[in-house]
């Protein structure tokens, strides 16, 4: 009898002792949100912002809501304006394309490659026909392009880039975090992100003019001062006014389960990663599955896992990713023509217009799976679940 694997790929590890009890300190003093504090107190949200600035390495911080509320504060702080048009790579997730609509922009969508990274020529092409100047830089499901090329491009077009680091949270380009690339970075600390607080998000820049935009952006009610990582007063007296008030705020009770869990992302990176390297090797066994190598300056977070179902046949590949969710394996396919969960298209998001001939991007996605890999899973899981993937694939090649 075949064997089923019989764990959730929805199912987090518990949040700490530690985070808990700070949590219900907040509860019982009833100071929930970041600007109700005693006088002389830090609330937890600025020290969060401290915090994740300092492990970042970047010098302004500015929690909020969720990681899609961070991308449009960014894109509003960092000069787009309605009818502006923005540059995006096409594999990304629907918040990010909702992000360039919410500000009044206009998508300009790039190619990717096979390895679903952005396509630099095609990047460079667009850049100079559609006069964008900026760049949101979603790095997909923790795929990092060659970020050398891509700052060639952003500082031969003026591009000022965004860098979406959803799934890059702990992740290096030849050394350098993700996120400390562009002009302003965004996290999101969703529940199936590296951090967990159900909801939340975080904007990093070394930019005094953008940090201070955001603050004010978020909600600060003119509380500056209230936060952990922020300019000196002098750049929010010449913006203070300028900027509208969006309510985007962090509170301190997700704040202080994020505070929590960050001393120990480090080694939940090496966790996840080791998890991601016994199903890689398990894939590699399958004809019908091709694993793409990443590149080795990309120090990735290997919190999920992609391949291309190239040796199945296409028309099989819905009973393929149906035959693995029989035998407890969810993966997530790209290619179906209508929206499956997260699994949207750029054809998909309609309120954007007409979409774009993108050939090179559908021909990527159409063989694109997609799988979660929680903490939750032990080395024995994964090579059960490798072991599933790779011989449900050659059933049907």
């Keep these: 009898m075949a064997k089923r694997f019989e764990k959730s790929f929805t199912q987090q590890e518990p949040i700490g002792d530690a985070a808990i009890g700070r949590a219900v300190d907040i509860l019982r003093s009833g100071r929930l949100h970041r600007y109700n504090v005693a006088p002389g107190e830090e609330s937890e949200t600025a020290a969060l912002e401290r915090d994740y600035a300092a492990w970042q390495g970047a ?16 894109l509003r702080s ?15 997730l629907a918040p990010v394309p909702g992000a360039i609509f919410a500000v009044g922009a206009i998508p300009v969508l790039v190619e990717i490659g096979k390895n679903w990274h ?3 020529g095609d990047l460079s092409a667009k850049a ?14 923790g795929h990092i392009a060659d970020m050398d090329a891509i700052m060639s491009v952003c500082a031969r077009f003026g591009l000022k880039l965004i860098e979406d680091c959803a799934h890059t949270m702990g992740a290096r380009w030849n050394g350098i975090r993700s996120g400390n690339f562009g002009n302003a970075a965004c996290f999101s600390t969703q529940t199936y992100k590296h951090l967990n607080s159900g909801e939340g998000g975080l904007l990093t820049t070394n930019d005094s003019k953008i940090a201070a935009r955001s603050v004010i952006a978020s909600g600060s009610y003119m509380n500056y001062a209230a936060h952990g990582a922020i300019p000196g007063p002098d750049v929010f007296d010449e913006l203070r006014l300028d900027v509208p008030n969006c309510s985007a705020r962090l509170d301190n009770l997700r704040a202080s389960l994020l505070r929590s869990q960050l001393p120990l992302l480090d080694g939940n990176i090496a966790r996840w990663n080791s998890r991601y390297r016994i199903i890689e090797e398990g894939l590699r066994t399958s004809r019908g599955i091709e694993v793409i190598e990443r590149h080795r300056h990309e120090a990735f977070v290997g919190s999920s896992i992609q391949f291309h179902a190239t040796g199945v046949k296409p028309e099989a590949i819905p009973e393929f990713v149906k035959t693995c969710a029989e035998r407890g394996v969810e993966i997530k396919w790209f290619g ?9 298209r750029f054809d998909s998001w309609r309120y954007l217009g007409e979409p774009p001939e993108l050939p090179q991007t559908l021909a990527a996605l159409s063989t694109t799976c997609d799988m979660r890999i929680p903490l939750t899973f032990t080395e024995p899981d ?6 599933i993937i790779a011989e449900t694939a050659d059933l049907f090649c």
């Design 59 to 74: 010098e302004y911080c500015i929690a909020t809501a969720s990681g899609g509320q961070a991308l449009q504060m960014a």
């Design 78 to 92: 960092v000069g787009v304006r309605p009818g502006d048009k923005v540059l995006a790579n096409a594999y990304t």
């Design 118 to 120: 952005t396509d630099i």
């Design 128 to 141: 100079a026909a559609s006069k964008a100047r900026f760049f949101l830089l979603s790095h997909m499901r």
């Design 336 to 344: 179906a023509e209508d929206p499956v969960g997260f699994t949207s």
């Design 382 to 387: 994964c090579r059960l679940i490798a072991s």
